[in-house]
């Protein structure tokens, strides 16, 4: 695929040139082939959590296409089975945020004192179970006959997309204006007072700039994947913030349920707590880095 620029007096920015089906399935058979590949791996029976994660960022990544390419894919044909993905979502994420909750606690509980050290490994040991019964949940449900007639669907969607008419390649611009203006929009109102609920999701609308932007690197090139590069960066310290005020509130819940073990809990959030301070003063430098016009791409 090559690129075109438009012609004199039409807008300036760059437009993707080829056929309209070839585009949208170069975007969504990638993601729907990497959901097979660690739904596959998942049903075999392992319960590595990187498994859990990239089968839902694999998830996220056909979600968030759909509606990025939705200028060009017809997202009413495919509502049902998008809807069927987020439910799924859901599910991966508790067991991802229990994985990433029991990373959490292994890093702030190597250096307990040893007068807590039992109460810590109390709260980490209620938590694997908790997790391992989230798994199996989630396990059970890809045994389902629907979950596997949905994942056949959705590779049948992505090397057959059904496409509005008149059928026009991607716009960049029109691609990644409505999810830039989003994510700028609740950046730029954010401030280091701002609720958790709302870094949250500053750092949702920069997952969604992401998977734009790398659905059309294949097309636009190098400039777009660096933009990508860039999301991920201010997508990771959100990240990170967000992880922390989870580990916050379940170690709020662990002391509310058993106050025998509240000063380990509060203890052990007490080192979340800096990683979300820490996270909460420093997610505006990536944002300002992403932010600089020069490395957009449309």
Known sequence: MTMRVARPG???HLRVAGDPATIVTT?????VERLMLHDAEIRRGTDDPEAIHDARVA??????LTAS?????????????V???????????EVRDLDVFLEDLAAETANVPEAIGADAARIASAVALERGIAFERVRHSMEAAKHTHLLMTLMSIAVDPPLRQPARAPDPAVVMSSVW?????????????????????????????????????????????????????????LGRHQDSVIAIDK???VAAADPTLAFAAGWIAAGRERVRVETRAGWRDAWRSLAKKKRRFW
């Open 181 to 237: 203006k989003a994510l700028s929009r609740r950046a730029g109102a954010a401030s280091g007072s701002s609720t958790d609920p709302v870094l949250h999701e500053v750092r949702t609308r920069a997952k969604r700039v992401r998977y734009a932007a790398e659905a059309l690197a294949p097309f636009v090139g190098d400039r777009a994947s660096a933009f990508a590069k860039s999301a991920v960066r201010l997508q990771d310290v």
């Open 83 to 93: 809807e069927q993905l987020g439910t799924f979502a859901r599910a991966l994420g």
């Open 10 to 12: 039409a807008p300036s």
């Open 59 to 64: 998830v996220r990544q056909i979600r968030s």
């Open 69 to 81: 390419l939705a200028s060009v894919l017809d997202v009413d044909a495919i509502a049902h089975q």
């Open 27 to 31: 975007a969504l058979v990638g993601a």
């Open 251 to 253: 170690l709020s819940a």
